[in-house]
């Protein structure tokens, strides 16, 4: 089955907002096209899923991250990173998959994903 990686790395409000979008946007056609999802999230977008900024792109970003998962999309996120802000907790109750980036980063090669980052 063909792959597509939604890499959000960036922790703008245009980023955030587009790739969250994108991500659900493939989401919608991704099983009738033979596609599986996945998300990962890194650095600065990493952060924001367990932030408190009360900007309405922001939360807005971390609604749609949810609904990813409750959809049943692989969200994952840098383990090291959650660990070393003290993430982790919160990043697994919402259930975002935590793997060592390096590891997800080869695996993506290794299915010949097609990786779009924002």
């Known amino acids: 089955m063909a792959k597509t990686v939604i890499f959000l790395f960036h922790g703008d409000n245009d980023s955030l907002n587009a790739g969250s979008h ?3 946007r493939v989401r ?7 596609v599986e999802l996945e998300v990962f999230c ?6 924001a899923l367990t932030g408190t900024n009360s900007d309405p792109i922001q939360v807005e970003y971390r609604e749609q991250i949810e609904t990813l998962i409750a959809a049943g999309v692989r969200v994952g996120a840098c383990v090291n990173a959650a ?15 935590l793997e060592f980036a390096r590891d997800a980063f080869v695996r ?11």
């Open 28 to 34: 919608q056609v991704a099983s009738e096209s033979g």
């Open 108 to 118: 993506f090669g290794v299915d010949g994903a097609a990786v779009l980052s924002f």
């Open 83 to 97: 660990l070393a802000n003290g993430q982790n907790e919160a990043l697994t109750e919402k259930g975002v998959t």
């Open 42 to 47: 890194f650095g600065p977008a990493q952060a």
């Open 22 to 24: 994108v991500a659900e």
